[in-house]
């Protein structure tokens, strides 16, 4: 593998879609990754899936599953972000997504565990002058005020998000596929109005009644962005992550949800706490891949619609 790595060059990366050196206002999609699972409560492994999903797009051709193709895209790779702490490299990561975000460029985040979302919902908070909405898409709600004493674990970014500025609380965001939930999340859930589909209503509701009812509450919003954790798919069609539920959306269920909700405004999306090492099939990680490209398929089609 690490041969094979070795001869891989950036230019293939993304379908041969990645411009090394464009300039950001240059790229149609830039890209980062965050490879940090510090902040996971049960098992390591996220802080590979960077990699691990970059080093199967040089195989894939630059289409979509409707047979379209997308090689106009200029995405512009920009690596990994990295420091000495959690702290260091959030900052980093803040600063930089402000940059993006005031470039009006869409972005997609490659994780880490789900707090790496963090320091990318408190740069679009800095940067927009508007509120904005997430769309949390996950097994988990992440709502807890702190897990394991950190108030910056991979179980607390939507709970962080509420605190923001811009995001105005938890009625700009809605949760899609939840079937878990800590004491603490479930005493926050009583005392608030969540905007959740759990995962067994998703079945029974189908995906685009889920888009339905999305819309129907974020829909007055200019600014949407989507977090994907892979563990709201189900084990079976992604096991390479550290706390799999059972019961989860499978994989055409989220593929088509994610089409649905590419109606609204998002101005980027990620997916996090892809494991590598936790399935050596790597379902989370062509899992990933495969969310990533048709998302920015969804993506340009409303781009060449704008011109």
Known sequence: MKETKDM???????????????????????VLGIPYDGAASFRAGAKDGPESIRSITYTITPTTEDFESIEE???????????????????IVESKIGEIVKEKKFFTMLGGDHSTSIPVYKGIDKSLNEEFGIIHIDAHFDLCD?????????????RRATELKNVKGIENMFFIGIRSIEMDELDFCKNNTVNVINARDFYKMGPEKVVEQVKSKMGHLKN????VDIDALDPAYAAGTGTPQFGGLSSRELLELLRGLFDLP???FDVVEVAPNLDPSLTSTFAARKI?????????RKMKTKK
């Open 73 to 91: 895209l200029k995405v512009l790779d920009l690596g990994d972000f990295t420091g000495k702490d959690q702290m260091e490299i959030f900052e």
């Open 146 to 158: 702190t897990l394991d004493g950190n108030k910056y674990s991979h179980g607390c970014p939507a």
């Open 8 to 30: 891989i060059k950036d230019t293939d990366l993304w379908a041969g879609l990645n411009k090394p050196g464009l300039a950001i206002n240059e790229a149609d999609i830039v």
């Open 224 to 227: 949407i962005y989507i977090t």
């Open 266 to 268: 998002v101005i980027g």
């Open 292 to 300: 990533i490209t048709e998302c920015w398929g969804h993506y340009y």
